[in-house]
Nanobody, 121 residues
Framework: FKLVQSGGGLAHPGGSLRLSCEAS????????IGWFRQAPGKEREGVSC????????NYIDSVQGRFTISRDDARNTVYLQMNNLTPEDTAVYYC???????????????WGQGTQVTVSS
């Protein structure tokens, strides 16, 4: 199982970026998918989650209304659209999968390689 990330980069405050996470070796819609981030000197935190059924999404309060998680089954890819970015969104972002739901299940695994998002003027 492999997750390959793309996207990210540098954005100005108020700008937008889209992260992609493409799966190979398995079908994404069999799994719950999470996006995580880790800022320098901080612990990794869960940012957003999409259930395997595709009908349940979760976001942490700080990104609610600005970030959108979605899945393209034809491309076996999950996306994180990030709008109205702030410097506090600067971090390395990771995608990962697990069985179960966004609320309950085993540890997330098959982590993507990570992608840097930097928000700066």
């Amino acid at each position: 199982f492999k997750l390959v990330q793309s996207g990210g980069g540098l954005a100005h405050p108020g700008g937008s970026l889209r992260l992609s996470c493409e799966a190979s070796g398995f079908t994404l819609d069999d799994y719950t998918i999470g996006w995580f981030r880790q800022a320098p000197g901080k612990e990794r935190e869960g940012v957003s989650c999409l259930s395997s059924t595709g009908d349940i999404t979760n976001y942490i309060d700080s990104v609610q209304g600005r970030f959108t998680i979605s899945r393209d089954d034809a491309r076996n890819t999950v996306y994180l659209q990030m709008n109205n970015l702030t410097p506090e969104d600067t971090a390395v972002y990771y995608c990962a999968i697990r069985l179960g739901s966004c609320q309950h299940g085993p540890e997330f695994g098959s982590w993507g390689q990570g992608t840097q998002v930097t928000v700066s003027s």
